[in-house]
């Protein structure tokens, strides 16, 4: 429930513990080991916020988060505990309610699609998904770049894989304008990028891309929309999960504009299994990280991160985090131990209280609670009952899933891709015209060749008409030749016969 003073968290020692909504954009942690309450605490949080008009988001790693949009029940085992925690705790006008609420799911199976396009992802991230190394980032940051200079669109899969297959070709030109481009680090990317898609990463890289306003909105009754994100799956791929919610926080941290310290978050975002989010980051990353949820405060987005030990958040993040509720810690091993001393450490002391040794004692639903005050500082820790929540706990059913999201005002919105002309589209053209070109080079070429063997051929030809021309002429004039001289011959035995034959009969 959310009162005057903010959203009642519990009852402890010192009275009712109150999340101030005016200090709720300052984040906070919720901690504790497996099965010590730490799902039912995000769910009544949630709750409140969502009754104060705040939207949520928040991801349902288990799928029990999805009864948030079902009332809870009495006559089921599991709200006895509720209705008993009700009363112990005098909340009068409790009682069972639901919440607005919107599935969303990466693959679209249960919820309705998140995209982004590989453009939106950015270099870094996409590096951190593909488990790149520092070489191979910089080859597919020459890619981004190389892809932004030739106005080109990444939109999918396929137009990352398009565009790496042109860096590799043209890698000695991009080595002079970009910096060094091995091959071998484009092959393993692209490797990089089939095992991604084979977890069925390619469904998250299309349009529509999500629009952030869909996560910002209320109901008829002014309630805050609570967004669930289905996880179970996803949860498969840690690292596309821990990536995709970096992403959405960056993508908030971008698009909305500047707001100070509202009266109430504009929105409240639940990081669960928040240790992912951390593990093997590299140095950029956690910088990045750093930077988003610092800045974010500011444009009224505040971040609850979830996980079952405190040590898994950075310390560089874990002092940026103002409210505080604190599950059981169990301290079996010298590690645990030093996770109840360093837990124990981050509450304003209670002199009434031994932090390390009730850390350890808690019971299930029972939490350490410290949350900013008025001014800003945070309030001495007390041991609080958790309140409980009005929704249903546990999952719902997948017909009364189904029946969400037909209703759903955001379905129609996102349920058909969009595949417009981007860099696939236009480095096949490219191809497609390259070949066409090279093919009328080729034909070209190949009609000259010919027109050079024809002239050749028609050289030959004449020379040989030439040669078989003359030569007949030659017997001709020979012939002539021949015939005047027996011509001659026969004329000059004539006259010769003539004049002798005129002597003889003279004499």
């Given at each position: 429930m959310a009162g005057t003073d903010g959203i009642l968290i519990g009852v402890g020692g010192g009275g009712p513990q109150?999340?101030?909504?005016?200090?709720?954009?300052?984040?906070?942690l919720v901690a504790g080991a497996t099965g010590t309450g730490k799902t039912v605490t995000l769910q009544k949080l949630a709750e409140g916020f969502s009754a104060a008009g705040v939207p949520v988001f928040a991801a349902d790693v288990k799928g029990d988060l999805s009864g948030m949009a079902m009332p809870g029940n009495a006559q089921q085992r599991a709200h006895e505990a509720f209705t008993a925690r009700a009363a112990e705790l005098g909340m009068s006008d409790w009682s069972?309610?639901?919440?607005?609420?919107?599935f969303w799911d990466l693959y679209g199976e249960q919820g309705h699609p998140i995209r982004t396009t590989v453009s939106e992802m950015g270099p870094l991230l996409l590096a951190r998904l593909l488990g790149l190394n520092e070489t191979q980032e910089g080859v597919?940051?020459?890619?981004?770049?190389?892809?932004?200079?030739?106005?080109?669109?990444?939109?999918?899969?396929?137009?990352?894989?398009?565009?790496?297959?042109?860096?590799?070709?043209?890698?000695?030109?991009?080595?002079?304008?970009?910096?060094?481009?091995a091959k071998q680090s484009v092959g393993t990317i692209q490797r990089q990028l089939l095992a991604f898609e084979a977890q069925g990463a390619d469904r998250f890289f299309g349009e529509p891309a999500l629009d952030i306003a869909d996560f910002l909105t209320t109901d008829d009754q002014g309630r805050g929309t609570v967004n669930i994100l289905a996880a179970d799956k996803l949860m498969e791929s840690p690292k596309l999960y821990a990536t995709f919610l970096l992403w959405l926080l960056s993508e908030l941290f971008e698009e909305l504009p500047e707001v100070g310290d509202p009266d109430k978050p504009r929105l409240v975002f639940f990081f669960d299994e928040a240790h992912l989010l951390f593990e093997d980051a590299p140095a950029a990353l956690l910088e990045k990280v750093e930077q988003v949820v610092r800045l974010i405060r500011s444009k009224g987005v505040g971040v609850y991160f979830v996980t079952q030990n405190p040590l898994d958040i950075p310390?560089?993040?874990?002092?940026?985090?103002g409210n505080r509720v604190q599950h059981a810690?169990?301290?079996?091993?010298?590690?645990?131990?030093?996770?109840?001393?360093?837990?124990?450490?981050?509450?304003?002391?209670?002199?009434?209280?031994?932090?390390?040794?009730?850390?350890?004692?808690?019971?299930?639903?029972?939490?350490?609670?410290?949350?900013?005050?008025?001014?800003?500082?945070p309030t001495p820790v007390e041991r609080t009952l958790v309140a409980p929540p009005r929704s249903r706990a546990g999952p719902i059913s997948a017909t009364e899933r189904e029946v969400l999201q037909s209703t759903s005002a955001v379905g129609a919105?996102?349920?058909?891709?969009?595949?417009?002309?981007?860099?696939?589209?236009?480095?096949?053209?490219?191809?497609?015209?390259?070949?066409?070109?090279?093919?009328?080079?080729?034909?070209?070429?190949?009609?000259?060749?010919?027109?050079?063997?024809?002239?050749?051929?028609?050289?030959?030809?004449?020379?040989?008409?030439?040669?078989?021309?003359?030569?007949?002429?030659?017997?001709?004039?020979q012939f002539g030749r021949t015939v005047q001289r027996q011509v001659i011959n026969r004329v000059a035995g004539q006259l010769i016969r003539g004049v002798l034959g005129g002597l003889f009969r003279g004499r």
């Open positions: 109150f999340l101030r909504l005016n200090r709720a954009n300052r984040h906070g069972y309610a639901d919440n607005p609420v919107v597919l940051a020459i890619a981004f770049r190389a892809a932004d200079d030739e106005g080109m669109l990444l939109l999918n899969l396929d137009d990352m894989r398009s565009m790496l297959t042109w860096v590799g070709e043209n890698a000695a030109e991009l080595t002079t304008r970009y910096g060094n481009v310390e560089t993040v874990a002092a940026q985090l810690l169990r301290a079996f091993t010298p590690k645990d131990q030093r996770a109840v001393r360093a837990a124990a450490e981050t509450f304003r002391i209670n002199p009434g209280l031994d932090v390390a040794t009730a850390i350890t004692e808690l019971k299930t639903g029972e939490a350490l609670v410290s949350v900013l005050a008025e001014d800003g500082s919105k996102y349920a058909d891709t969009v595949d417009r002309e981007s860099a696939h589209e236009m480095l096949r053209q490219r191809g497609e015209q390259a070949a066409a070109a090279a093919a009328a080079e080729k034909a070209r070429k190949a009609e000259e060749k010919a027109a050079i063997q024809r002239d050749r051929q028609a050289s030959r030809e004449e020379r040989e008409h030439r040669r078989e021309g003359g030569l007949a002429g030659d017997i001709t004039r």
